[in-house]
């Protein structure tokens, strides 16, 4: 029964490819490479890039898995309206560095670099958990390519005091205890944690994910570590320019209502906070028909002048 996942992979990629996505792999500089899936519309034939003629919508993933396995249930409902751009993290997928950096904003840069490589101008930003975090530097760090936000079940930055308060509720000592898991009992918790009701899975399907969802062990314990920060060091909430639209499960157990709350207070009026019911930390999956209403209500407002 083994290698599920395997035979899984390329079934999603195909479909992607079916909903107008190519896979590119691209050289941001020697030593590190992005994997970004992309429109094909975008792609001559001697394989130049040009810029999309569609509003620009990048999806940012999530921790627990790489790009397309976070976003293909939102990949097949936007490719109609939207330039869908659906890139890999370093260390997932096949997107991998030389360097030692670690920090979001690293990623933050990676991505960014990358876009400009595939001459996408703007874009309005969706990210979920790990992929939000990444997306609030990016958004600070490049405010004219980032004109609007849509982020679920994640922080502006990751505090000590955030990470503390977490780790008291969920029985943790570290991030790497919930995300890194090493048996079928801890991916089974990182399910139950993440989802407001896990879906039943087989033994040999949660086997075949711990086999095929974590590689890269040494690289990603390091991206969790550099991912914690001082919260005298912490980001000013008051520096977004952008619209920001904040998309919640009602039951996630990570990042719980009242911070997301919070959160939308002290980032101000150009922040609107939405929830969606029977919904955990992994909205996009497990609510996917409610979470792409709402997505693409938003889309449609924000983009209106792209």
């Known amino acids: 029964m083994g290698n599920t996942i395997v035979l899984l992979t390329p079934l999603l990629h195909g479909l992607v490819k ?11 500089e020697p030593g590190t490479l992005m994997n970004i899936w992309v429109p094909k519309e975008t792609v ?11 509003p620009a919508v990048l999806l940012l993933h999530s921790f627990a898995m790489d790009g397309i396995f976070t976003w293909f249930l939102q990949v097949f409902a936007l490719t109609r309206e939207y330039a869908v751009y659906v890139p890999d993290f370093l260390f997932f997928g096949g997107s991998i560095t030389d360097r030692n950096e670690r920090s979001a904003s690293f990623q933050a840069e990676f991505v960014a670099k990358g ?20 997306g609030f ?4 760090m490049y405010p004219k390519l980032v004109k609007s936000m849509v982020v679920s079940g994640t922080v ?3 505090t000590e005091s955030i990470s503390l308060e977490s780790y008291r509720r969920l029985g943790l000592t570290t991030w790497s205890d919930l995300l890194m898991p090493k048996t079928v009992e801890g991916l089974k918790m990182m399910f139950s944690i993440g989802f407001h009701k896990v879906p039943w899975l087989p033994d040999f399907i949660y086997r075949d ?10 690289e990603r314990n390091e991206l969790l570590e550099a991912l914690v920060v001082a919260d005298e060091d912490a980001t000013s909430y008051t520096s ?8 919640w499960g009602d039951d996630d157990k990570i990042f719980d209502l009242d911070l997301a709350m919070t959160m939308k207070t002290r980032l101000g009026d150009k922040t609107a906070l939405e929830r969606i019911k029977d919904a955990g930390h ?5 609510q996917p028909f409610k979470y792409n209403k709402r997505l693409k209500c938003i889309l449609e407002s924000v983009t209106k002048d792209q």
């Open 18 to 28: 079916l909903a107008g996505l190519t896979p590119q792999t691209i050289e941001i």
């Open 240 to 247: 977004y320019p952008q619209e920001i639209h904040m998309v």
């Open 282 to 286: 992994l909205v996009p999956l497990e």
């Open 137 to 140: 530097k990016m958004a600070k």
């Open 44 to 54: 001559t034939k001697n394989d130049q890039n040009i810029p999309p003629t569609k």
């Open 115 to 134: 876009l400009g490589k595939l001459k996408v101008e703007k874009v309005t930003l969706v990210g979920l958990s790990y992929g939000g975090m990444v």
């Open 209 to 218: 994910l711990l086999e095929t969802m974590f590689s890269n062990r040494k």
């Open 156 to 158: 502006v930055e990751l």
